[in-house]
């Protein structure tokens, strides 16, 4: 930079702070940075990645581990979960419905048996999703409909305090009113 009239000295980072006697103690110990090998990606993950707040690696989870996981409560009660009754009986019923057809209209039984259980499957999981579909609507209408009434109730009672505060006031005149006919009847003159 050239010397400018009006510019002052910016000081370097190493250089001691006005006032001071002794240089800071960066500059004794200079930093020595790691030499950039070069050797890894540029999109390699950094070295923490994946692990857990315990410093170590989730263990790699396999299909059997899952197949261990699920019970045969699980399967008993089944029919309780949301949605699962009404697609399971949609499916049964459209599976049943389909693969007689088929087997009545000349189709051998095998292919009629591979069509109801296609039946079964495209029908359940369109059943349950459907039926998930319309419970989401349905409590988003609930949470409006408790806002909407929320809303109102809050609207009802700030009316009813203003009618109460307007009563106040009129009743506060009236008495008012009332009090200064008394004290004119008071007079001597």
Not at 107 to 120: D, E, K, L, Q, S
Not at 158 to 169: D, L, V, W
């Amino acid at each position: 930079m050239s010397d400018d009239k009006g510019a002052k000295r910016q000081s370097h980072p190493a250089d001691p702070p006005p006032g001071a006697t002794a240089p800071p103690d960066h500059v004794d110990k200079p930093k020595i940075y790691e030499v950039f090998d070069g050797t890894s990606t540029a999109n390699a993950l950094p070295e923490g990645y994946g692990q857990n707040s315990a410093g170590r690696r989730p263990q790699n989870v396999s299909l059997t581990d899952a197949a261990k996981t699920v019970r045969v409560e699980d399967f008993k009660n089944i029919h309780t979960y949301p949605c699962v009754r009404e697609g399971l009986l949609t499916a049964i019923g459209g599976g049943f419905a389909v693969g007689g057809t088929r087997m009545l209209f000349g189709t051998p039984i095998i292919r009629a048996c591979n069509w109801a259980a296609g039946t079964f499957c495209l029908l359940g999981i369109g059943s349950y999703e459907f039926c998930l579909q319309k419970r989401r609507l349905e409590k988003i209408n609930m949470k409006r409909a408790v806002e909407i009434i929320d809303r109102k109730k809050a609207e009802k009672q700030a009316e009813q305090e203003q009618k109460r505060a307007e009563r106040r006031r009129k009743k506060e005149e009236e008495d008012a009113a009332v009090e200064a006919r008394k004290r004119s009847n008071w007079k001597f003159w």
